[in-house]
């Protein structure tokens, strides 16, 4: 089979045998390549038609627990400076972004255990009460299945969790002993069986990454069908063990993203801020590869420049408003157009 007749059976069959997947990631000439965003664009635009939607990220905090070897906010870096917002800060950023127009806020965190479940769940309702056409999404790591049932009858209505690899042998090299693949895919199995619209996902050139491995994590998320995908480019930062590692690539990531689109035609699909790192343009290229989410900051400016994954990250600087004005004229570059909706999950 031609990687032409491969992508249309992907588009058709929304699955490949792991030989075909192989192909089409070893590379595409520039006009496949063409070919297989066309028909990812194609498909969003079945379902979602020329709407990008916004998500308002608040990253409201930046301790940790734990001690991913890629993360800049792992718990062994000194250098990074912590911070945590207040419950009032962060209804004050929900209601800038409310004023925006954003009608989905994702609070977004290291596993910072300072903030109790009830914490969450208060901050989670008071949203809700107050804004009763927006959803809100969590994004707070690992936690009990008890914990994740608080959270969903407080209101909350989706939650970002990406596996991160579906290898185990790979999981082991990007974490410490004392995490673990099978904890992380039970947190997803919860999330999924309470009702969230959940969300996995993994890095792109992650250290240690393998063609196998990004096999793997394609049959995973065939099979958990999550109503998300986050993906983007692994980026080094220079207070972890993986510093001196290659950043994943661009390219890598938009081919990604359209077969994930060809597989998981209905999917919520961001281009996300790691892949606008890489390359300004990358979000703009994410969207015409399949992509059909934007999550500007919301984040206060205060502390905006120290959630720092990864070095170099965009967007640290800008007021939210500014950031939402940027999105726009982003987004109608592509030919794609805002939407002010909730933006739930075509079903
Ligand atoms: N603590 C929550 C969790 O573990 O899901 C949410 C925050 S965590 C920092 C969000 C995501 O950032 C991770 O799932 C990971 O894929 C991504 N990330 C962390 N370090 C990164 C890096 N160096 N380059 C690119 N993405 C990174
Ligand atoms: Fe916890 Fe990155 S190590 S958010």
Known sequence: ?????????????????????????????????EYLYAKARERREKYYGKEVYLRGLIEFTNYCRNDCLYCGIRRSNTNAERYRLEKAE?????KKGHELGFRTFVLQGGEDLSYTDEDICEIVSEIKKLYDDSAVTLSIGEKTRESYEKFYEAGA????????????????????????????????????EIGFQTGAGMMVGAPFQTVENLIEDLKFLKELEPEMVGIGPFI????????????????????????????????????????????????????????????????????????????????????????RKCMEKRVELTGYRVSVSRGDAYT
Not at 5 to 24: G, V
Not at 90 to 94: D, H, N, P, R
């Open 90 to 94: 962060i209804l004050s950023a929900v």
């Open 1 to 33: 089979m031609t990687k032409t007749e491969l992508i249309d059976k992907l588009r058709n069959e929304k699955n490949l045998a792991d030989e075909e997947f192989k192909e089409l990631l070893q590379g595409l000439s520039e006009k496949e390549e």
């Open 157 to 192: 209505d989706r939650y970002l969790l990406r596996h991160e690899t579906a290898n185990e042998e790979h999981y082991s090299k990007l974490h410490p002993k004392e995490l673990s693949l099978e904890n992380r895919k039970r947190c997803l199995k919860d999330l999924k």
């Open 236 to 323: 080094p930062h220079k207070d972890t063990p993986f510093k001196d590692e290659v950043p994943g690539k661009a390219g890598d990531t938009l081919r990604l993203l359209a077969i994930i689109r060809l597989m998981l035609p209905k999917v919520l699909l961001p281009a996300t801020t790691a892949l606008g790192t890489i390359d300004p343009m990358g979000r703009e290229k994410g969207l015409l590869a399949g992509a059909n989410v934007i999550m500007p900051n919301l984040s206060p400016i205060t502390v905006r420049g120290k959630y720092l994954l990864y070095d170099g990250k965009i967007c640290t600087g800008e007021e939210a408003a500014e950031c």
